[in-house]
């Protein structure tokens, strides 16, 4: 079974700063797909960005990227020139591909507050 | 941009008794999901459903749940007999088959569950 850790509870940033959220996953799977989601007060799921394991190379989208190191099982969110819409909950979240069956399995969730 | 629908967005029921929670996918997905988050915690995997048929399910699936996809668009799941523990938000999800992004779910906005 997939284990997915996010060790950090609750961050907080300034305004347009850098922050870095961490997540460790426990795998023996070598094809699989590694997610952040965004959980608003709303508590709506929004994805964040996405990257497949076998890409080495870091996903990026726009202010949002990822440092995935596939060998370590970390796969940590750079969030950059944070706003204050970025204030939510953000989960981590790993699935195996479709023909593996491919649930996700979520993180405990970092609670992230930026202040102004 | 197409997005995933959910109703009722809140739900109010007494125990024991039925209720039926709403999604709509987004049109052109053919792998639907129900998750359920109980708050204050991890979001946790119910179901998932492909080709008519529950392709995978979690523990927490048992014999009060039950899911459907009863035309063309609508996906439903459904509780039996409601505990106070069902109480939760219930988030819907779906994913499509081919490129580009064949494994990535999108979800809903979620039904928030109260049991009293």
């Known amino acids: 079974a997939q284990t997915v850790t996010q060790s950090q509870p609750e961050m907080s940033v300034q305004e347009a700063e850098t922050v870095t959220l961490s997540c460790t996953y426990d795998t023996s799977e070598n094809n699989y797909y590694l997610f952040w989601y965004k959980q608003p007060p709303s508590r709506q799921m929004i994805l964040v960005i996405r990257?497949?394991?076998?890409?080495?190379q870091n996903a990026t989208e726009n202010r949002f990227s990822v440092n995935f190191q596939k060998a370590a099982k970390s796969f940590s969110l750079k969030i950059s020139d944070s706003q204050l819409g970025d204030t939510a909950m953000y989960f981590c979240a790993f699935s195996r591909p479709k023909n593996a069956g491919n649930m996700l399995t979520f993180g405990g969730g970092t609670r992230l507050m930026v202040k102004p | 941009e197409p997005e995933v629908t959910q109703t009722p967005s809140h739900q109010v029921t007494q125990m024991g008794q039925e209720v039926i929670l709403r999604c709509v996918p987004i049109s052109n997905h053919l792998y639907f999901y129900w998750y359920r988050q109980i708050l204050g915690q991890k979001v946790e995997f119910l179901v998932s459903?492909?080709?008519?048929?529950?392709?995978?399910k979690s523990e927490i699936f048992d014999d009060q749940f039950s899911v459907e996809r009863p035309d063309g668009s609508n996906f439903t799941l459904k509780i039996r007999s409601t505990k106070l523990e069902d109480s939760a938000m219930y988030f819907c999800a779906s994913s499509e088959e081919g490129q580009p992004s064949p494994d990535t779910q999108y979800f809903g906005p979620g039904t928030r569950l109260t049991v009293l």
């Open positions: 990257q497949e394991a076998y890409k080495q």
């Open positions: 459903f492909y080709n008519n048929e529950i392709s995978e």
